[in-house]
């Protein structure tokens, strides 16, 4: 028998080995192995078994099998083929993201966690005084006497409080005194929270439709007689429960002895999501993040492995969770771009979950306020199943006014337009005499983005990247937004030594000060990546703002997902044009997501929600519709746009970055693939570019990139696949090619 064998190493190929005999019954098709190559040994996963091989050459044997069972299932093996094709990603990558490095190297000293522990094995004094020519000293006697009654104790603790050694209790050991084992002790992510379990609550009428779809759909998952179920879409504003039917889905899932995964954007993996779930399914709930140390990690795997978690909760990544029996994908906010990797495999965990839902006849909800367009077409062309939850889950709670303010107006007899209108600070000089709480939204951290001579035009750039340093006022330091470069900042200008450098534009930083200025008997706190990059801050902000210790929350996109504060009544966006004017086909399907997302964290609780959305573009159909909360209207305008300009969904979206720290080799190179592409594409698919991408130059390397649209991806697949052949990169080239692409930058 041969089995075929993906290494870990980078070279995206499997190559052939023998399974010797005594291997036949314990090598399968997910087994993870040791095998020769060359002079080292790699290790690796099995793809596949057969009874022939095509190899001609001399081949060799597998040298050892790790773990007792396959890593992967057959599911899960296909998904990595998949993926690697549809991707076009190298294998060894595609299955180190779905099995990562803190599961896969347990031979590097990290595995289980066990520790040794000490128990009596003698009853008492009485037993002990029985035993014949025991000769005891004092010193052992006595740690005899500490150990009676006491059960299992973690011996290096116990060591240390008697002032013993370990070679001292084994010598108890010895005399068969004691006994001294291993135990594995599970590195517990939630270890220490106490969640109060939380009962369902009865539905409203749009959640139990939502909820009756569903469970047609689980039905018919565990009739193997049928097709696999389609992909149900709910459609429910913020607010409207989508979490409650989560929640009581997945019971009916367990209620039939399946599983669930449960993915949430990164973002919006907050103590309180986590809390939802474990409050409702207790141990049975395994979490998954990046903040998780490894061994966290690894434990978590392994309880889903086991079947001991059957309710996985993660991001991205966890849609590859070894779960048994797998009855249901959820995909909560499946309009996030999170959910897409942005190295390769550039995988989008939404995509792959209907995939994998599909392969093992599974159900799948895609939970979102604001759907992809994608998703809505699919919804609206019968590919998946829509269920619309369109009013809040309480009738207490009404749904947020949404008021937009014209800056061209506030900016009339002024130099440049204010950072905050006047309504705006009227709406929060309000919320702060009645003690409701405000969060103010803006998508870009530091005090200001342009620092420049206003007498000679010296401009403070990055020397490595094609943008302007920041100004960050806390420490008076420079960085590049891009690279992470940072200096401090000059108090002259270097180029002409004029004194009055001159900082333009707004950052996080620069509201917190003006909102200090406008609001002095504010509580006023900011919240951006600047803030949580100490740990635990992102909680302990949090946990002050709902202990109503801070009044203006001040932030960028970190405060606009999923937060549930009933005390919120104002939400600003105080720049809503910087979503709308970035160079991307889907910058206004990204203002209209940020304005709902941003409405939907006010009027939670008892009070009405408003939020304010400053811009000089009201005319914007991302603006105007968001007004009124209407997506369908804005989904059926954006979609005819679409259309006419054959972007997706009605075209598939590939974007290829190509990058050099040679603009030259870059750009000729990139010439000549386009024009290969054009040349073979023959009107079946359309080809943009090559133009310098949007962030020309990032870290010293100059980047380019080439558009296709196509609704003939497989052709253009392989064609690509040719091409890397053909007409490989030169040395020093990069070619990043992004399926389905997210980031246009
Ligand atoms: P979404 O996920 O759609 O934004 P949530 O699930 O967070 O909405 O629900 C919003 C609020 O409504 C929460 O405080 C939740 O406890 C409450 N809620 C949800 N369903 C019900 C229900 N059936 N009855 C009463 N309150 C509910
Ligand atoms: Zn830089």
């Known amino acids: 028998m041969f089995a075929k064998v993906a290494t870990d190493a980078a070279l995206d190929?499997?190559?052939?080995?023998?399974?010797?005999?005594?291997?036949?019954?314990?090598?399968?098709a997910g087994s993870r192995?040791?095998?020769?190559?060359?002079?080292?040994?790699?290790?690796?996963?099995?793809?596949?078994?057969?009874?022939?091989?095509?190899?001609?050459?001399?081949?060799?044997?597998?040298k050892e099998v790790i773990g007792d069972r396959p890593w992967m299932s057959e599911h899960i093996l296909k998904l990595v083929s998949w993926m690697a094709t549809y991707y076009m990603a190298p294998i060894e990558l595609c299955l180190k993201a779905v099995i990562p490095a803190p599961i896969r190297n347990t031979n590097k000293g990290d595995g289980f966690q066990s520790r040794l522990y000490i128990e009596t094995l003698i009853d008492d004094e009485e037993e002990l005084s029985q035993i014949a020519d025991l000769k005891l000293t004092e010193r052992q006697l006595a740690l005899m006497n500490a150990l009676f009654d006491q059960g299992a104790l973690p011996m290096g603790a116990f060591a240390t409080e008697q002032k013993t050694t370990p070679a001292t209790l084994r010598k108890l050991e010895e005399k068969g005194l004691v006994k001294i084992f291993e135990k594995t002790e599970r590195r517990d992510p939630l270890a220490g929270k106490n969640f109060l379990p939380s009962k369902p609550l009865p539905l409203t009428e749009e959640q139990a439709n939502a909820k009756k779809i569903i469970c047609d759909a689980i039905s018919q998952a565990c009739d193997l007689e049928k097709p696999a179920p389609k992909p149900i879409l709910l459609f429910g504003v913020t607010a409207s429960g989508k979490t409650e039917v989560f929640l009581q889905s997945i019971a009916e899932v367990l209620a039939v002895g399946k599983s669930a995964i449960v993915l949430?954007?990164?973002?919006?993996?907050?103590?309180?999501t986590i809390q939802r779930f474990a409050s409702r399914f207790g141990k049975i709930t395994a979490v998954l993040h990046s903040k998780l140390s490894d061994g966290e990690r690894h434990d978590e795997w392994h309880r889903i492995y086991t079947g001991e978690a059957?309710?996985?909760v993660g991001p991205?990544?966890?849609?590859?969770?070894?779960?048994?029996?797998l009855g249901l994908i959820i995909v909560d906010e499946e309009h996030e771009p999170s959910y897409k990797?942005?190295?390769?495999?550039?995988?989008?965990?939404?995509?792959?979950?209907?995939?994998?839902?599909?392969?093992?006849?599974?159900?799948?909800?895609?939970?979102?306020?604001t759907p992809s367009l994608e998703s809505w077409h699919n919804s609206n062309n019968g590919k998946y199943i829509i269920a619309s939850m369109p009013n809040r889950a309480s009738k207490q709670m009404s749904k947020p006014n949404t008021i937009?303010?014209?800056?061209?107006?506030?900016?009339?007899?002024?130099?440049?337009?204010?950072?905050?209108?006047k309504d705006l600070i009227d709406a929060i000089k309000r919320r702060l005499t009645t003690g409701e709480q405000v969060m103010l939204f803006l998508n870009r951290r530091g005090y200001a983005p342009h620092v420049t001579c206003p007498a000679c035009g010296h401009t403070e750039e990055c020397e490595d990247c094609a943008t302007g340093m920041t100004y960050h006022i806390d420490d008076n330091r420079l960085r590049c937004h891009l690279c992470g470069i940072e200096r401090s900042c000059p108090s002259v200008c270097p180029q002409c030594g004029c004194e009055n450098y001159k900082f333009t534009g707004i950052g996080t930083q620069r509201i917190e000060a003006i909102a200090k200025k406008l609001f002095p008997s504010a509580k006023i706190q900011r919240m951006d990546a600047d803030i949580t990059a100490r740990k635990h801050s992102h909680e302990e902000i949090l946990a002050r703002f709902r202990a109503r210790e801070i009044d203006i929350l001040i932030g960028t996109q970190m405060i606009t997902k999923g937060l549930d504060f009933p005390n919120v009544s104002l939400a600003g966006i105080l720049n809503a044009d910087s979503a709308l004017h970035i160079p991307d086909f889907r910058a206004g399907e990204r203002t209209f997501q940020l304005i709902a997302q941003m409405a939907g964290r006010t009027g939670r609780g008892l009070l009405?929600?408003?939020?304010?959305?400053?811009?000089?573009t009201p005319e914007a159909p991302a603006i105007k519709f968001a007004a009124t909360e209407n997506f369908s209207a804005f989904a059926a305008q954006e979609l005819s746009d679409r259309k006419e300009l054959d972007y997706p969904p009605y075209s598939k979206y590939i974007c290829i970055t190509l990058k050099a720290e040679s603009n030259d080799a870059v750009s000729a190179y990139a010439d000549l693939l386009a024009q290969q592409l054009d040349s073979i594409s023959n009107e079946r698919f359309r080809v943009l570019g090559p133009s310098p991408a949007p962030l020309e130059r990032i870290k010293k390397y100059w980047r380019h990139q080439i558009s296709i649209f196509t609704n003939k991806t497989n052709l253009v697949l392989a064609y690509l696949k040719e091409a890397q052949k053909t007409l490989p990169p030169p040395n020093g080239v990069t070619i990043a090619i992004d399926i389905d692409a997210m980031n246009t930058m």
Do not use: C, W
């Open 33 to 62: 192995v040791v095998v020769p190559f060359g002079n080292r040994t790699l290790e690796g996963y099995v793809l596949g078994i057969s009874k022939t091989t095509d190899y001609k050459g001399k081949l060799r044997e597998i």
């Open 404 to 421: 937009i303010v014209d800056m061209r107006l506030e900016a009339m007899g002024k130099a440049a337009p204010p950072v905050f209108s």
């Open 316 to 325: 991205r990544s966890a849609v590859f969770a070894p779960v048994h029996n």
């Open 341 to 369: 990797q942005e190295e390769a495999p550039r995988y989008n965990a939404r995509d792959i979950a209907v995939m994998r839902a599909n392969y093992e006849h599974a159900a799948t909800i895609l939970g979102s306020a």
């Open 310 to 312: 059957r309710v996985v």
């Open 264 to 272: 949430v954007p990164e973002i919006s993996l907050t103590p309180q």
């Open 13 to 28: 190929k499997t190559f052939d080995y023998i399974i010797p005999p005594d291997f036949e019954n314990k090598v399968m």
């Open 608 to 616: 009405p929600g408003d939020v304010y959305v400053q811009t000089q």
